[in-house]
């Protein structure tokens, strides 16, 4: 077998190789996009009820404006941005998509004379941070792909804390979510939540005269309804913007890998075209040199 | 007889509904216990054992960590952030972080008063059967 023949050879079976690889990676994030939707769609009621328990409580409750988590400072000084990226890489432009985003929303604050303190979830997006020397306030790795409630409570947790410490001591006065939105198999955006202070009560308490909710009896008493309801709130937003994301990251995956196995396929195709010009040359050369071996002979 | 419709969801799931003749919940105040009529109430939930009567009189059992839960016109909606049935607790594993929690001490307390709501639902449920 010629040497070039052989080469040919080799490098269809590494790509084949390759692409039974990224076909399997294909399959496995298509059967965890669907995974991580029920899960979405799973956490939905608590959403609904959460936000209606504090719409409840909120319109009862006296001086709603001044709860510290909802109560707008005059300037905020520093805001928290959450960057949710990937654990590991091959899934296309997902983690580059969210940490552009967190750079624009960086640019932003910074132009308002905000001080932004990056908390990271996601390997890549934390070595992202460590590569330019930058410091993070918070990271947290290991489960981007399947994320649970107790990870986006830990986080949450200590968003909260951040938020409810002074400026001057180094809190923050703004929270930020930057999440990649799943609005379908084929296209996901990131996208920039203000999740704190909150937003959602303004347009309830605007509503109040209509009272739309039962005449809650409410206990210990509205006010700690809502200071118990709305760290839960700040908890859910995080989980739903993970568990949002781990969809979109599988997504991006799939996505990436199915053009990594189309690319294979292609490359085996004309690998195989030029292999077999390669042996149909080799095949033409011999019989040439045997037909000219005799015709010297019975010259 | 006029019946309760109850319906417990937890941050990551549904976990159980159903109707029921009465439901038993613990509150910051105390125990409330909730019949069909009962007035609208938004209260929030402690670490405790949420008891379901059912129309047949089964009891069910509910590991119930934090949350709220409201009751309008019959409508009792239980969320917790964490919400476990009696069967689903795995008891061994409770236990487990009951101890490591008391190694723990005070930092852990969360941690020990889920671990002993759980092995108090499991062990009353066990009582039960």
């Not at chain 1, 210990?220 to 995080?238: N, S």
Request: hydrophobic share 45%; with cysteine.
């Amino acid at each position: 077998m010629g040497a070039q023949l052989r080469v040919y050879r080799r490098r269809i079976r590494s790509v084949q190789a390759t692409k039974k690889i990224t076909k399997a990676m294909e399959l496995i994030a298509s059967s965890r996009i669907v995974k991580a939707q029920q899960r979405l769609a799973a956490s939905e009621p608590y959403l609904i009820q959460l936000n209606s328990a504090i719409s409840a409580a909120a319109s009862h409750a006296t001086d709603v404006r001044k709860h510290p988590l909802m109560a707008r400072p005059e300037e905020s000084k520093r805001a928290a941005i959450l960057v949710i990226t990937a654990d590991r890489g091959l899934a296309g432009a997902y983690s580059s998509n969210a940490i552009k985003e967190a750079e624009g929303v960086n640019r932003m604050l910074a132009e308002q004379g905000t001080q932004a303190v990056p908390y990271v979830v996601g390997r890549k997006g934390v070595s992202f941070y460590r590569f330019r020397n930058r410091p993070v306030a918070g990271e947290y790795t290991g489960f981007t792909d399947q994320p649970t409630y107790a990870d986006a409570k830990r986080i949450g947790d200590d968003l909260l804390t951040a938020f409810l410490t002074p400026t001057q001591e180094g809190g923050v006065d703004e929270i930020h979510i930057v999440y990649t939105h799943f609005l379908n198999m084929g296209s996901q955006e990131a996208r920039v939540r203000r999740v704190l202070p909150l937003e959602v009560v303004d347009e309830v308490v605007s509503k109040e005269s209509a009272l739309p909710f039962p005449l809650y009896e409410f206990e210990p008493g509205p006010e700690a309804v809502l200071d118990g309801l709305l760290p839960r709130y700040i908890d859910q937003m995080v989980y739903l913007c993970l568990l949002m994301s781990a969809a979109s990251e599988h997504a991006a995956r799939r996505r990436a890998m199915k053009s990594a196995t189309d690319n294979a396929e292609e490359l085996i195709r004309s690998l195989t075209r030029q292999a077999n010009q390669a042996r149909q040359a080799e095949i033409t050369q011999e019989i040439s040199e045997i037909v000219g071996g005799a015709d010297a002979l019975s010259a | 007889m006029a019946e309760l419709n109850v319906n417990v969801v937890s941050a990551e799931r549904a976990i159980w509904k159903g109707p029921a003749k009465s439901v038993v919940a613990k509150t910051p105040e105390g125990e409330i216990g909730v019949l069909p009529g009962h007035e609208p109430v938004l209260a929030l939930l402690v670490e405790s054992p949420l008891r379901i009567e059912a129309p047949d009189g089964s009891k069910l059992l509910v590991a119930v960590h934090g949350g709220f839960f409201s009751v309008d016109s019959d409508e009792v909606n239980v969320i917790a952030e964490i919400a476990e049935l009696a069967e689903d607790i795995d008891v061994d594993r409770a236990k487990r972080a009951l101890d490591a929690a008391r190694a723990a001490g005070e930092e852990e307390f969360a941690a020990l008063k889920r671990a002993e709501t759980r092995i108090t639902v499991a062990g009353a449920a066990a009582g039960l059967r």
